[in-house]
């Protein structure tokens, strides 16, 4: 069982910069494909970027591609995701989840374990 944390989302004008951080439990954490999703209201939850165990694999929407990076550190238990080049689309509830093998997918219902989520808001 992992459990994971969420942190780092809040009020930005468009344009700026967010980190998020998810925390994991649990001693494998390195063997997990992890990866972010987002929830806009009245929206499905939709991929953002995915990260293989190792790191050594990224992969990010295109909606996102080049404004967002993730990276993780096993040693920590943590995965991030640097946001830049905020847009106000870019508003919705940040997810961070877990796949028990440790491949890269983006889609949601592969993934094993969820976050209870950071909302992110975007100002114009």
């Known amino acids: 069982q992992v459990q994971l944390v969420e942190s780092g989302g809040g009020l930005v004008q468009a344009g700026g910069s967010l980190r998020l951080s998810c925390a994991a439990s649990g001693r494998t954490f390195s063997s997990y494909g992890m990866g972010w999703f987002r929830q806009a209201p009245g929206k499905e939850r939709e991929f953002v970027a995915a990260?293989?165990?190792?790191?050594?694999?990224?992969y990010y929407a295109d909606s996102v591609k080049g404004r967002f990076t993730i990276s993780r550190d096993n040693a920590k238990n943590t995965v991030y995701l640097q946001m830049n080049s905020l847009k106000p689309e870019d508003t919705a509830v940040y997810y961070c989840a877990a796949k028990n093998t440790g491949t890269i997918t983006t889609r949601p219902a592969y993934m094993d374990y969820w976050g209870k989520g950071t909302l992110v808001t975007v100002s114009s």
């Open positions: 990260i293989s165990w190792s790191g050594g694999s990224t």
